[in-house]
């Protein structure tokens, strides 16, 4: 049998377990077994966000029920495609279960796109699958890094790159909020190297320390100290999605707010907070990490732009474990993972599940 992991579409607190026959592939048709996988915020923000981009229809679950993508490696055990052999492994979007069936186009040695009818509509860089190995910037041994950290770490380049294109829209502070999150620390650890604007971490009491033994902000406030936030040029990029801080610190800074960039919701729990409204200062607008990389790899040709992502991304690796520890764990505990997870893991700590069975 194969295993999914569901979770309620509307309550993440309600999850399941089911079990299915393995997948019987058709021509062209590949099945692979989900070798390992990471689970971050940022997949509980797919969940919250499910409906409104569509992150649901990836993988098609009964009724109600939906299954969360996450960022993992599996190894192709049944294939009827002529081009994709079995035992070989690749790296992409998962469903949190053992097995997957997936229709590969546009076969190459760095790997393919998943062709299957209800994933066309969906950007395509979550359709990507690539081959792990050397040659195609998966170094061996790093393969639990490259779940955790490479989706996150390359939105940290993104932003980074998207703000220089900006100059900084004339900022001389950034402010992070949900400092303390790999995406923030991974764009703080970008900034810093520029050394271009002051990077201010915002973040909850408890995560305080963590944020200031990374040594990558200038300056770290916990969210009751957003009044003490210098009034000169500033933008701010919102990984927390809490909508009581964002208000804070837009009529706090008011027109000294030069650019409000919102990248996450790490506190999906605050969003039963009303809307808030016209803000002063610049208007909030939310920042989708594919479509920045479609436009600059139209800009700066493929190769160029992500070899940039990879050289940056192997710099973060080689610094990281300074910082948080791994913590793989067997997929009988996939739904323990997902509750320290979805309650916010302490952020020295990554959790990668293991498919042992
Ligand atoms: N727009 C895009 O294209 C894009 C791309 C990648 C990531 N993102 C987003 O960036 C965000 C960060 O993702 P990540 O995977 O880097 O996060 P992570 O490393 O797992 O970050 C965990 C941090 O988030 C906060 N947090 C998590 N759960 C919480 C809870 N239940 N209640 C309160 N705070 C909680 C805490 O930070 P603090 O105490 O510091 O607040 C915690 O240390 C996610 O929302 C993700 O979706 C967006």
Redesign the pocket.
Known sequence: MSQDFLVARNDLTQTTMMDLAPPAPGIGEVVIRVERFAV???????GVAGDMIGYWNFFPAPESWGRIPVWGIGTVTHSEHPEVVAGERYYGYFPMSQTLLVKPEKVSLRGFTDASSHRTSLPVVYNQYSCVSQDNGFPSGLDNHAMLYR??FT?SFVLDDYFAEHQFFGAGTIVL????????F?LAFQMQARKEVRVVG???A??KE??EMTGLYDQVLT?DEVERLALTPTAYVD???NREVLSRVHHHLKEQLVNSCG???????TRDTQEVGVLPGAKPE?????SQIVKRTEALGPGAYQQQIQVATQRFMAQVDRWVQINEQGFSHVKAVYDI???????DQ?YVVVNDA
């Open positions: 971050t915020a940022n997949n509980i923000t797919y989706p996150l939105t909020a949900s400092a303390s999150s790999k995406t923030a991974g915002l973040t909850s408890a995560n963590f944020v969210y990984m927390s999605g990248v996450g919701i790490t506190h999906w729990t939310m920042f989708f990490a594919p997870v979805l309650n916010g893991a302490r952020p990554g």
